[in-house]
């Protein structure tokens, strides 16, 4: 019972926790092709396909690609979602958002240092001239 349990364990652990799709080159792709169609027996190409881990579809899609003369269709496409352009308003915008920001933490500490110096002019009894002109 204990051999069985640490099998599992074992054949567990060979097996990865997230596949990773198989990506062919462009010369990958021509060398199997070049293979499949050496293949003239009966069963030869069912073997190289199991040997190779391949689909006939793939072949196929590879076979229709290498006629329509696109070998860089051939070539692995990155999948998803094609990234745009950065837009020259959004970094202005991004820098305009940081300049706001460093400017409020400018101008709140210059509300503190104005509070703690009428602050301290009351406590010395100093009076200080209104910014405005009033007195």
């Not at 990506?23 to 792709?29: N, P, R, V």
Request: hydrophobic share 35%.
């Amino acid at each position: 019972m204990i051999e069985t349990q640490v099998d599992r364990k074992e054949a567990t652990r060979e097996v990865a926790e997230k596949p990773q799709r198989r990506k062919f080159t462009a010369e990958q792709k021509l060398a199997l092709l070049r293979r499949a169609d050496a293949c003239t027996k009966p069963g030869e190409l069912g073997a190289l396909l199991r040997a190779e881990g391949l689909y006939s579809s793939h072949l196929m899609t590879w076979r229709r690609q290498r006629e329509a003369g696109e070998l860089e269709a051939l070539t692995p496409k990155k999948r998803g979602r094609k990234p745009t352009p950065p837009d020259g308003r959004d970094r202005r915008i991004a820098e305009l958002e940081r300049e706001n920001r460093r400017l409020a933490t400018r101008a709140t500490k210059a509300e503190a240092i104005v509070e703690l110096q009428k602050k301290v002019s009351e406590i010395l009894g100093i009076t200080l001239p209104d910014p405005e002109g009033k007195i």
